[in-house]
């Protein structure tokens, strides 16, 4: 009965890896974003998808590129993992049409990159 | 872009005193104003929001009060309680997009 789950809970990798986190929500929303916790829990948003579409490109690095099947979904691919990737990843969605704007978080992605 | 403050970083009380916090944002479009708790090791959860067309809003023990012209706007919790202690983030929105504030954790002794 998740409405918004992550996989995998817990990844621990090696420096210069690749690696994806899969998003999935059965809320029926239209939109779907993409947030890094630091260690300092500051919470900031990196991407964002529209039904499909990007919307949303923070100041990201070209290292990490989101991609979203279907709008229920939403993968984070990263590629040569860096130290200073280790954080929490949080995928979020809300029903943007129709005036929705609550935002329901998954329950995080813990990167550890060695 | 969009900028949030939030005071404090830190907040203690005793269990049944009242907390507040506050916060700040800079863009005058911003339209949407929500509220999260984060538990250790837990999802940030809604717990109250406001838009920017209403000046308070309140669910039981929790209410939000949003100041458009000062851009403030401030989360009060009545009788806390341990199980309040948490991370409490505020967030500005203008088209989805969710801002931010620095987080404060509260700390409710018993």
């Known amino acids: 009965d998740t409405a918004v789950s992550q996989t995998p809970k817990y990844l621990v990798t090696q420096m210069g890896n690749d690696k994806s986190i899969k998003c999935e929500q059965n809320l029926g929303h239209d939109t779907m974003y993409w947030y890094k916790q630091d260690s300092k829990k500051f919470l900031k948003i990196m991407f964002s998808y529209n039904n499909k579409e990007l919307i949303i490109n923070e100041t990201v690095p070209n290292r990490f590129s989101p991609k979203s099947p279907d709008k229920a979904h939403l993968n984070l691919h990263i590629n040569s993992l860096e130290l200073g990737d280790s954080a929490v990843y949080f995928c979020?969605?809300?029903?943007?049409?129709?005036?929705?704007?609550?935002?329901?978080f998954g329950p995080g992605t813990r990167l550890l990159v060695l | 872009g969009e900028n949030v403050e939030q005071h404090p970083s830190t907040l203690s009380v005793q269990e049944g005193d009242s907390a507040v916090i506050k916060c700040t944002y800079s863009?005058?479009?911003?339209?949407?104003f929500p509220w999260y708790k984060q538990e250790l090791g837990k999802r940030p959860q809604l717990i109250i929001d406001?838009?920017?067309?209403?000046g308070e809003k309140k669910d039981q023990r929790i209410a939000v009060t949003l100041n458009k012209t000062a851009k403030h706007f401030s989360l009060h919790i009545t009788e806390t309680q341990p199980e309040d202690s948490a991370v409490y983030f505020c967030a500005a929105s203008r088209g989805g997009k969710l801002i931010f504030g620095q987080g404060t954790e509260l700390s409710v002794k018993p």
């Open positions: 406001i838009r920017s067309n209403v």
């Open positions: 863009d005058s479009a911003s339209n949407y």
């Open positions: 979020a969605s809300s029903q943007v049409g129709g005036g929705g704007w609550t935002q329901y």
